[in-house]
């Protein structure tokens, strides 16, 4: 088992983007700031989900969009600003934190690091080496995965890693026609399939989908996930982690789960 997944037992809930309580939004709290992934930590949360891209000075941050339009306005795509006028933008928003700050400021947290921009899957690598054992690095982007993981591996050290979405529809594929054995090959090297539980009219997370993963030592994550009962019965399909924008109320969703005695006869 790699060391990201030794944070907490199953099931895990992953922090997306942080925690922004509605108290927190009221006062311009926005999600991946250095102020969501402090509330997170304070939650509870032993894993936080990020994203990152690199600003046009070659600053690897935690921002989900390519541009600054939703989160703070500024129509313009994160690779044609500074960390300083971020960092600016960014202020009165909860502060920016980039990926170097938040593995060395958070020594105690396990992060999911989605890296969405192409020139980040380097940078991003180069910083994560040092904290390889507490990231799970991802892309929906398969080959910029592995440019990312090839930056991050030093020697036999790496981050774990979950699978982009060429390899989650080969599994796909495999578990449509019941083969472990095209499913073995679909995630050689993988550690989680991290997946929304429909894309469309698809299913993708049913208990067999489940239960085949597992058969061949794979964790399964769901995003994103923010209802209390929907999560329960994930989980009740063998569901590894939740991620979730809530995850105040998965921590607690958990613990009354552990602390409710079996039914009789159950």
Same mark, same amino acid.
């Given at each position: 088992m790699h060391p990201w997944f030794t944070a907490s037992a199953p099931p895990r809930v992953l922090a997306h983007r942080g925690l922004v309580t509605a108290?927190?939004?009221?006062?311009g709290i926005v999600e991946n700031s250095f102020a969501a992934v402090t509330s997170a930590h304070a939650a509870g949360a032993a894993y936080v989900e990020s994203d990152c891209h690199l600003t046009s000075d070659g600053e690897v941050v935690l921002f989900h969009?390519?541009?600054?339009?939703?989160?703070?306005?500024?129509?313009r795509p994160i690779a044609h600003v500074t960390l300083q006028e971020l960092d600016d933008l960014m202020s009165s928003r909860g502060g920016l934190v980039t990926l170097r700050q938040a593995l060395e400021t958070f020594p105690g947290l396990r992060f999911n690091i989605d890296v969405k921009a192409a020139a980040a899957a380097v940078p991003a690598g180069r910083i994560i080496a040092?904290?390889?054992?507490?990231?799970?690095l991802t892309s929906f982007d398969d080959d910029r995965r592995h440019t990312a993981l090839r930056a991050a591996t030093v $020697? *036999?050290?790496?981050? !774990?890693?979950?699978? $982009? *979405?060429?390899?989650? !529809?080969?599994?796909?594929a495999a578990a449509s026609l019941r083969s472990i054995t095209m499913a073995r090959r679909a995630l050689v090297g993988v550690d989680a399939l991290q997946v929304?539980?429909?894309?469309g009219?698809?299913?993708i997370v049913s208990p067999r989908s489940v239960e085949l993963a597992h058969a061949l030592g794979v964790e399964v994550h769901v995003w994103t996930v923010n209802d209390a009962a929907r999560m329960s019965t994930l989980l009740d399909w063998g569901v590894d982690g939740i991620v979730t924008d809530v995850a105040d109320v998965a921590l607690d969703?958990?613990?009354?789960?552990?602390?409710?005695?079996?039914r009789a006869g159950g």
């Open positions: 108290t927190d939004a009221a006062d969009d390519v541009d600054l339009r939703r989160v703070t306005g500024d129509p040092a904290h390889a054992e507490r990231v799970l $020697g *036999s050290a790496r981050p !774990a890693t979950s699978a $982009g *979405s060429r390899t989650v !529809a080969r599994f796909l929304p539980e429909r894309h009219p698809m299913r969703m958990i613990a009354t789960r552990s602390s409710t005695p079996p």
